[in-house]
């Protein structure tokens, strides 16, 4: 079992940036192909981002692509996500999440078994 532990979020400004982290502990992190996951104030959890567990391979949401970054390091058992040029509708509650399939990019929520208790993100206007 992998237990993850969200934190980097904050109140920004539109067009700031902000870099979250997850931290891993329990099982080598390695072993884990990770996603990052948002859900806004009344809508449904939503992809953002995923890397396989070397990282050499990421995912992006099409309403992220080219703004945020996902990247990991396994020797601090961490994944990153950098978001740049941030707008009002990226507010949300940022989750970190861990499966098994480590050389599959998910994008379905589903198939996460090990989830953080999310990070708040909200950006003003």
């Known amino acids: 079992q992998v237990q993850l532990v969200e934190s980097g979020g904050g109140l920004v400004q539109t067009g700031d940036s902000l870099r979250l982290s997850c931290q891993a502990s329990g099982r080598p992190f390695s072993n884990y192909g990770v996603g990052w996951f948002r859900q806004a104030p009344g809508k449904e959890r939503e992809f953002a981002a995923a890397i396989n567990y070397s990282g050499g391979s990421t995912r992006y949401a099409d309403s992220v692509k080219g703004r945020f970054t996902i990247s990991r390091d396994n020797a601090r058992n961490a994944v990153y996500l950098q978001m740049n040029s941030l707008n009002p509708e990226d507010t949300a509650v940022y989750y970190c999440?861990?499966?098994?399939?480590?050389?599959?990019?998910?994008?379905?929520?589903?198939?996460?078994?090990?989830w953080g208790q999310g990070t708040h993100v909200t950006v003003s206007s």
């Open positions: 999440a861990a499966h098994s399939g480590a050389y599959v990019l998910l994008s379905d929520a589903a198939q996460y078994r090990h």
